[in-house]
């Protein structure tokens, strides 16, 4: 099983960025892909994730209303769009995939390596 995350880099406080995690040894409709984050000094956080199965959805509070989750199951993909984001955003965003949905880091048995956000103020 391999989850390949892309999209990261640098933005001021304010912008967007949207970032992908590609799925392959897995079907992505049969699994719960999530985003998580961490920042130096900082525990890992649930970001997102979504159910490929029925399309059901969580975020966490410090994201809600700013970031969005979609599947593209044709492309074995979810993508994650972050607006207005903020210098607190700032972190290693890691995707992983889980049979459960949830924020909770043991729910998920896949993970991937990362792609680096950064966002300045």
């Known amino acids: 099983v391999q989850l390949q995350a892309s999209g990261g880099g640098l933005v001021q406080a304010g912008g967007s960025l949207r970032l992908s995690c590609a799925a392959s040894g897995i079907t992505s409709d049969d699994y719960v892909i999530g985003w998580f984050r961490q920042a130096p000094g900082k525990e890992r956080e649930g970001v997102s994730c979504?159910?490929?199965?029925?399309?059901?959805?969580y975020y966490g509070a410090s994201v809600k209303g700013r970031f969005t989750i979609s599947n593209d199951n044709a492309k074995n993909t979810v993508n994650l769009q972050m607006n207005n984001l903020k210098p607190d955003d700032t972190a290693l965003y890691l995707c992983?995939?889980?049979?459960?949905?949830?924020?909770?880091?043991?729910?998920?048995?896949?993970w991937g390596k990362g792609t680096l956000v950064t966002v300045s103020s």
């Open positions: 992983a995939a889980s049979k459960r949905l949830g924020g909770k880091a043991y729910f998920y048995d896949y």
């Open positions: 979504i159910s490929g199965t029925d399309g059901s959805t």
